[in-house]
């Protein structure tokens, strides 16, 4: 069966330091790969997604950046947070077209 | 752009009773919808979905109906219990969209004993 790994589960970081969230899928070949972002109140916005190895599409404009250095494996990343990039970050994942997207159980993001 | 809105924002219901949850789609294109139950600290769970071919599907105490020419879906929870205590969204697919989910702003249920 399919799963889908996120880690760090929490992270608190300084504004100004660097970001990498790793999210990794086992038991597919070949997935789409999502980045989102909830923020409190719960709605939950697209910030990335990838058809592909090095294929990324971005949704917002934003001081982040994602990355998928290998098939199942999509990496989210900042060079210098900011205050309004704390949130709720979850990665999902797909096969195929019209199809549902399974979710990790996310990264609580905290800048101080 | 394509927009789901979704209804109540929040519902809280007694144990055993039933909750409906409903969502609306702007564009006719849109041709998958699936249900999402989120759980305080985890990520989103897919608990069931239908497509636009079908008008209603059943899953022991939870359905799903479609209707295409109001653009409309609901979810239909029965015989709540505790545990269905979460935040519900609903979410949509467009044909030619790749993949690309539009969700609905969420509709947090409490089941109170």
């Known amino acids: 069966s399919q799963t889908i790994h996120q880690w760090p589960a929490t992270l608190v970081q300084p504004v100004g330091s660097p970001l990498s969230l790793e999210c990794t899928v086992e038991?597919?070949?070949?997935?789409?790969l999502y980045w989102y972002r909830q923020a409190a109140g719960r709605g939950l916005q697209l910030l990335f997604y990838?058809?592909?190895?090095?294929?990324i599409s971005s949704e917002v404009p934003q001081n982040l950046s994602a990355s998928r250095p290998q098939d199942r494996q999509f990496i989210l990343s900042s060079k210098k947070l900011l205050l309004s990039d704390s949130g709720f970050y979850l990665c999902?994942?797909?096969?195929?077209?019209?199809?549902?997207?399974?979710f990790g159980d996310g990264t609580r993001l905290s800048i101080l | 752009g394509e927009n789901v809105e979704q209804h109540p924002s929040t519902l809280s219901v007694q144990e055993g009773d039933s909750a409906v949850i409903k969502c609306t789609y702007s564009?006719?294109?849109?041709?998958?919808f699936p249900w999402y139950k989120q759980e305080l600290g985890k990520g989103p769970q897919l608990i069931i979905d239908?497509?636009?071919?079908?008008g209603e599907k059943k899953d022991q105490r939870i359905a799903v109906t479609l209707n295409k020419t109001a653009k409309h879906f609901s979810l239909h929870i029965t015989e709540t219990q505790p545990e269905d205590s979460a935040v519900y969204f609903c979410?949509?697919?467009?044909?030619?969209?790749?993949?690309?989910?539009?969700f609905g702003t969420g509709t947090q249920l409490k089941v109170e004993l």
């Open positions: 979410a949509d697919i467009l044909t030619g969209g790749g993949n690309k989910l539009t």
């Open positions: 038991g597919t070949s070949n997935p789409n």
């Open positions: 990838s058809v592909g190895i090095g294929q």
């Open positions: 999902a994942w797909s096969v195929g077209v019209y199809q549902p997207q399974h």
């Open positions: 239908i497509r636009s071919n079908v």
């Open positions: 564009d006719s294109a849109s041709n998958y």
